[in-house]
């Protein structure tokens, strides 16, 4: 009697491995072509830090100028306002030389605009003294203001009467009816007084010079 025997089954393989190829073959791994990409940018980051270092160099100088220009401004002038408001006419009459004409008006920096609306040669005063080979001059003249708030003024001693000759004379304060005295002009509005100055009689060339409380000096011709 013979024996059964069952037929003998392969052993079971894993089905996730490949199978065994010859190193021999010479095939081509699907992975050779992949070729890897450094995602944080494996490149060198000194250029990026080289441009944002020479992009704040220049910011940096840039505002060292402005500064520089401004101190030199200022040095210049200490007494100019760099922010300060202009306004229509402020730019004649600036020098002694070269004064604003008789039918024409000087305005100061606070924006007060003065302009000579009569001027009366030989003028008789019962206050003032006669002295021989003098005259009276009174200059009547009217204060505008052109600014956006009041604007206060001194008396009649922000106004002398300037000669050719590098003379000068100074006004007779409250002398007479009508003097200009002190006081504040509002918003839109204007004001107007009398300036009163004895010179040498028949003297020519006169040039009215006005001196604010704050600014500089205004010229305006006197005939």
Partial sequence: MSQYYPPQ??????????????????YEDEYDDYEYEDEGGGGSAMPFVFGCFSGGCLIVLGLAVC???LVGLWVLDPGADMFATTYPGD??????DDPARSNEAIVSEQGLRLSVI???????????????GAEIIIITVELENLSAEDVNYDDEREFKLLN??????????????????????????GTQGRLV????????????????????AKYIEVE
Avoid: K, M
């Fill in 9 to 26: 089954q392969p052993p079971p393989q894993p089905g996730h491995y490949p199978p065994p190829r010859n190193p021999e073959s010479g």
């Fill in 67 to 69: 500064l520089f220009l």
């Fill in 91 to 96: 730019d004649i009459g600036l020098t002694f």
């Fill in 118 to 132: 009569d001027v009366n040669r030989n003028a008789a005063s019962n206050t003032i003294p006669e002295v021989d």
């Fill in 164 to 189: 050719q000759t590098d003379g000068f004379y100074d006004p007779q304060v409250g002398a007479i009816e009508g003097a200009l005295g002190f006081g504040t002009v509002p918003v839109e509005t």
């Fill in 197 to 216: 100055f004895q010179v040498l009689t028949d003297e020519t060339g006169l040039v009215l010079e006005w001196q604010p409380p704050e600014g500089t």
